[in-house]
């Protein structure tokens, strides 16, 4: 058992958004997040996260859930993706 780096990795992990670049930044993300621009690998995925849904009617904002991410095959999407590891 593990935790997830954060909110925002369970919903780009689960594959709600889909985009390839999001799954290979996932594979290995040590190649990608640069330490001297985020403090921690929450930050990067959350921005990572505001990154590729913005103009979307995804859009995601760490203040308020966009309700989309609530509907039930998110839901079960994001949770079957933390099936193992919480």
Same mark, same amino acid.
């Given at each position: 058992?593990?935790?997830?780096?954060? $909110?925002? +990795?369970?919903?780009?992990?689960?594959?709600?958004?889909? *985009? &390839?670049?999001?799954?290979?930044?996932? /594979?290995?993300?040590?190649?990608?997040?640069?330490?001297?621009?985020? $403090?921690? +690998?929450?930050?990067?995925?959350?921005?990572?996260?505001? *990154? &590729?849904?913005?103009?979307?009617?995804? /859009?995601?904002?760490?203040?308020?859930?966009?309700?989309?991410?609530?509907?039930?095959?998110?839901?079960?999407?994001?949770?079957?993706?933390?099936?193992?590891?919480?």
């Amino acid at each position: 058992m593990y935790l997830p780096e954060s $909110f925002e +990795w369970m919903i780009l992990n689960a594959g709600v958004v889909q *985009e &390839k670049e999001i799954m290979e930044i996932l /594979k290995e993300p040590e190649k990608c997040i640069e330490s001297q621009k985020y $403090f921690s +690998w929450e930050r990067f995925f959350t921005n990572l996260l505001i *990154e &590729k849904t913005d103009g979307t009617y995804m /859009k995601y904002q760490k203040s308020k859930l966009n309700p989309v991410y609530l509907h039930e095959k998110n839901k079960r999407m994001i949770l079957s993706s933390a099936r193992g590891i919480l």
